[in-house]
Structures are given as C-alpha cells and as structure tokens.
C-alpha cells in the first residue's frame, strides 16, 4: 500500500482531533489495513464497535499523510484503488448488470477523480445527481462499459468483496 492508496481511502474515513477511523462490515479489510499502515512504518490498531455490532474500525495518526501529494501515475492509480474501495461500488449479485460507479457528496473531490480516470485512458459518463430532492448535495458517475476491462486491469481493487466482484467480470 501507498500513502496515495490511503488518502483515496480516507474519503469514507471519520476524523477525530489527532486520528483517522476507517469502519467496514468486513474485518478482513480493516486488518489489511492495519498491516498495509504497519509496513509504511506507522502504527494502527484495530477493534470492534460494540460487543454486538458487525462493524470493525482500524484507526491510526493523522500524521501519517502530512504533506502527501498526488504527483504521478503511478500515485493516482493507487489514490483511484483506495477511492474506489471506499466509496466506489459493483453490484454484488451475479444475476444484476455489471456496473462500476463513484458516488460522494463532495462534487469537487468526485471532479477530481473523474479527471485522474481520464488521464489513464478510462472513459467515465457524466456526473450527476440522482436525485435534487432527496439530496442535492449527493453526485456520482459511472465508469463506461467500454473501459470496464481496462479499470479492471489498471485500477483494480484490495477491498476483499469487491476484488472479488471485479474478478468474476473479467
């Protein structure tokens, strides 16, 4: 992992005063997480919410991203991989239509994104919002069919469920 994958991860992450949490169903993920900021030389620490809840969180310093910049290809690969495996999704049934999309409420950070996938040559549709009356606040965009291959290749993903979902597409 890269400190570019983490900063496209943080963007489903909750900001205390000196730490980052990240929250996922999935413990396998939140442990992947802790041992990718281990190996960055950092320290993380994993827990469970609630003696009954399924909802894992990993949390770390903030400090470990100060000053991280997204300065070349292979740094907006691994930001667009974190992005997606926080806010991006697939369906998860086999019998539903293949689709890769974004969604985020922050419309300038989702331009941004958008921008990164054009310049590795993934054509992306138009972003939009679903619905102006129950949020106008909330944007997203799909990947095109056409470049479904190439962001799988490209792109790709560490999220356990979705690498998977992605896999079953190629």
């Known amino acids: 992992m890269s400190k570019a994958y983490l900063l496209g991860v943080l963007h489903d992450a909750t900001e205390r005063k000196n730490t980052y949490r990240i929250s996922s169903k999935e413990n396998i993920y939140v442990k992947f997480l802790a041992k990718m900021i281990h190996e960055l030389g950092y320290n993380a620490w ?3 919410e609630g003696k009954t809840r399924n909802m894992y969180i990993v949390e770390f310093s903030k400090s470990i991203i100060d ?10 690969i691994d930001y667009v991989r974190g992005y997606f495996d926080s806010e991006g999704s697939v369906p998860r049934s086999k019998d539903k239509r293949f689709y890769i ?4 409420k922050n419309k300038k950070d989702l331009q941004q994104l958008k921008l990164y ?3 590795l040559g993934i054509i992306c ?3 939009h919002n679903p619905s102006k009356i129950k949020d106008p606040d909330y944007w997203r965009f799909f990947v095109s069919c ?3 291959n190439k962001f799988i290749s490209i792109i ?7 690498s998977q ?3 079953m597409m190629i």
């Open 165 to 167: 979902l992605l896999r």
């Open 146 to 148: 056409k470049s479904y």
């Open 156 to 162: 790709g993903s560490w999220h356990p469920t979705k």
């Open 125 to 127: 549709g138009k972003m």
């Open 46 to 48: 994993t827990y469970r």
């Open 117 to 119: 996938l054009t310049e």
């Open 101 to 104: 999309y974004f969604s985020q």
């Open 67 to 76: 000053g991280v910049k997204i300065d070349n290809k292979k740094d907006k």
